[in-house]
């Protein structure tokens, strides 16, 4: 599966953006999906997962109520909708697949991912 990452840019504070991950290659419905990021000097953290079906979803508590992950297998492709954005928000936003049978977990560690999306530098400014 490859995976790319789009819809990142430079925001204001309070701002809203939308990121895009569109797969290629094989369908996204056989995996959890879900959104990475990483500030500079930080270690990669898991932000937003999404279960195959969709219909289950898991966050880091900082984005809880502004942030909101959803896909659509029929586009093969996830989305992050970012509100109310924040300094903290600042970093690389990286896509990530997980293959399981299951329909109800979601993928919220770097260490069990199978395939990764090239970054999407979000900006956040004062």
């Known amino acids: 599966v490859q995976l790319q990452a789009c819809g990142g840019g430079l925001v204001q504070a309070g701002g809203s953006l939308r990121l895009s991950c569109a797969a290629s290659g094989r369908t996204i419905s056989s995996y959890a999906m879900g959104w990475f990021r990483q500030a500079p000097g930080k270690e990669r953290e898991f932000v937003a997962s999404?279960?195959?079906?969709?219909?289950?979803?898991y966050y880091r508590d900082s984005v809880k109520g502004r942030f909101t992950i959803s896909r659509d297998n029929t586009e093969n492709t996830v989305y992050l909708q970012m509100k109310s954005l924040e300094l903290e928000d600042t970093a690389v936003y990286y896509c990530?697949?997980?293959?399981?049978?299951?329909?109800?977990?979601?993928?919220?560690?770097?260490?069990?991912?199978?395939?990764w999306g090239k970054g999407t530098q979000v900006t956040v400014s004062s």
């Open positions: 999404v279960s195959r079906s969709g219909d289950i979803t």
């Open positions: 990530a697949a997980r293959a399981t049978s299951s329909q109800r977990v979601g993928v919220t560690s770097q260490y069990i991912i199978d395939y």
